[in-house]
């Protein structure tokens, strides 16, 4: 970049400035040959300050319990899918730092969330981590027990509990709503409905996507060696990409991705594939661009010839029409109007406080981010590859989670490609480091892009605002 165009882009105000000398995501976008709806043709950035973000949120052990009493008790969590518990009685156990909670289906279409504690001392009506199917919740100790809807059923020697009033001893509740196929909690009784919480412009692209209509077919947890929110803050930009993932960077338009915000609660970034990163122009041609990114795809072609880019065709436009047929041929269904975009893109969105969404069809994902409840160095990462349910069929279970050691790579996870692990194992290096650099820093805070990490300010101030000063 030369020095005029520096001077330039001090000019613009705060926030505006983009990646020079290269075509913004919608100018890609509105390139391709099936066009993209509304939601993908859309931007909503917001310039939301400079200063730098306090570090203490990452590092301060009474932090993560400021979190645990403001933080994780008033906002929507994703508990499990629906398919986790398709029949009447059966359950899911869903915890959250020191909380935990019963999900359970009470009738066809009606899922309630219990406290998982017995209301005479205290005891787990269900270990953690656990899922099964019952009749009742009876408690392990002394053997009180609940109906499936809540209702006290028996306080074993009644004669000794007078003061017992079989009406009073319902188990407590958590909120639950129902939404795309996922069950969310809220333990704030006077928290916004799930859709006010999200909001109506990001609901309305949530909405067009059909997740209830996906299953989880590979579901792999690990736990990460960093505070919670650094594991999110990680997957909120492409930024990192031309450093950490250099592989990925000659195919995905990494420092001219797009990043929006909704309300205080949804963000996501938009990154294009099968285009130069603008790191790489002129080291790269359309032919490179497109080979890199159909590597794991050429080897399932079985060694057949690698297509070729026509001359006066580009990589993404090639990618397209290969990724159309491929995945018509895997799903049997007509994709001919689904968007290039849609095929080929990363969409992250997240919903505060820790999920993303990855809608996109070539990969959907669901990320769920947990604090470790003894440790604020420590997390739990969970992500669920979806593929859609075949018309006219029930969902299938969704796959039991693959437990990896610490000391394990993404890679060794079955059913977990080698591309994707690589790139989840880059991103857990960084985050040991950046844990113990922070801890080590004479630096009070973090400062971040205005536009490529607006994303991780926009949920950084909503973490503040839940945990307060
Ligand atoms: S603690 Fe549950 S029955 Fe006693
Ligand atoms: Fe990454």
């Known amino acids: 970049m030369n020095d005029s165009t520096i001077i330039k882009l001090k000019d613009l105000p705060k926030g505006a400035a983009r990646c020079p000398g290269a075509p913004s995501t919608q100018d890609i976008i509105a390139a391709d040959k099936v066009a993209a709806p509304g939601w993908v043709r859309s931007e909503s950035y917001h310039f939301m300050g400079d200063e730098d973000i306090s570090k203490d949120r990452y590092i301060d052990a009474d932090y993560a319990k400021r ?17 986790h518990i398709p029949n009447v009685g059966d359950y899911h156990v869903y915890d959250i730092g020191p909380y935990s909670f019963i999900i359970t289906r009470v009738t066809e279409t009606e899922v309630r969330g ?13 270990a953690s981590g656990t899922e099964g199917s019952a009749e009742e919740f009876k408690c392990s100790f002394h053997g009180w027990s609940w109906n499936l809807d809540g209702s006290h059923k028996e306080t074993v020697c009644h004669w000794d509990f007078p003061h017992v009033e079989p009406n009073n001893f319902a188990l407590p509740q958590v909120r639950v709503e129902l939404m795309w196929g996922f069950v969310f909690i809220n333990m704030d009784p006077d928290a916004p409905s799930f859709a006010d919480y999200v909001g109506a412009e990001a609901k309305s692209h949530f909405d067009k996507w059909g ?13 990460l060696p960093c505070n919670w929110k650094l594991g999110i803050d990680a997957f909120l930009e492409a930024y990192h990409v031309i450093e950490t993932h250099p592989q ?18 949804v963000n996501r970034f938009i990154s294009t ?24 795809d050429a080897t399932a072609m079985g060694g057949a010839a690698k297509p070729k880019v ?43 406080p820790n999920i993303f969404l990855w809608p996109g069809i070539s990969l959907p994902l669901v990320y769920r981010f947990r604090p470790d409840p003894h440790d604020h160095r420590k997390c739990l990462y969970e992500v669920f590859f979806m593929k859609p349910v075949a018309p006219g069929t029930a969902r299938p279970m969704p796959a039991e989670p693959i437990r990896l050691q610490d000391h394990q790579s993404f890679c060794e996870a079955p059913g977990m490609t080698e591309a994707f692990g690589k790139i989840l194992d880059q991103d857990t290096d960084n985050l040991i480091l950046q844990q113990e650099g922070l801890e080590a820093s004479a630096k009070s805070g973090l400062t971040l892009g205005n536009y490529q990490e607006i994303r991780v300010r926009h949920f950084e101030r909503a973490v503040d605002k839940y945990v307060g000063k």
């Open 67 to 83: 979190e645990f009493k403001n933080l994780w008790t008033r906002t929507w969590q994703f508990a499990c899918r629906e398919e």
């Open 114 to 126: 219990y406290y998982n504690a017995c209301l005479h001392r205290g005891t787990k009506l269900r």
């Open 211 to 223: 997740l209830e209509d996906r299953s989880i077919y590979l579901h792999v947890v690990k736990r």
């Open 248 to 265: 990925v960077a000659i195919s995905n338009a990494d420092a001219n991705s797009q990043y929006d915000t909704y309300g205080e609660h």
């Open 273 to 296: 594939l099968g285009v130069l990163s603008p790191h790489l122009y002129g080291q790269y041609t359309e032919q490179d661009i497109f080979d890199q990114f159909t590597i794991g």
């Open 310 to 352: 026509p001359q006066g065709s580009t990589a993404r436009a090639e990618m397209a029409v290969m990724f159309r047929g491929m995945f018509e041929q895997a799903s049997g269904t007509d994709l001919s109007k689904v968007s290039d975009s849609e095929l080929l893109d990363a969409f992250s969105y997240t919903i505060f």
